[in-house]
């Protein structure tokens, strides 16, 4: 396995995902690049939208992205950052197509039941259209 890729939300499950494909590419002596995905307004009204997203993105996942990386050079990992704004499940899909990757390791959550009943979650949609195996954390 030379390539795994790890979509992060600061969920429960997200975080267990993280700590999950931080050990299992030092195990496989894998690269692994997470992906932080800022969800843009579908519909922007101006381009500022789209900046402003960014923006918040950068910020929001600061944390995280520090987290990851000290976690990953604590392992000895090689750790790319991918920080998007878009569709999340589009996002995360395309960037696996793109990097290659071998495995996509998620968290189970990220909304509340009821939205995934009603709309679905986004974990069985990025298992459904990934080119490439999905372990999904709960």
Known sequence: MERQSSPHVSSEPAVKALELAIAMARQNAAALHLVCVEEIPQMPEYIEEVREAKGIAARRFRPVVERARLRAEQSDIKLQVHLVSGHPVRMIVDLVDEIGADLLVIGATGHSALYERMI?????????????????VK
Not at 120 to 136: E, K
């Open 120 to 136: 679905g979650s986004r974990a069985d949609r990025i298992v459904q259209l990934a080119a490439c195996p999905v372990l999904v």
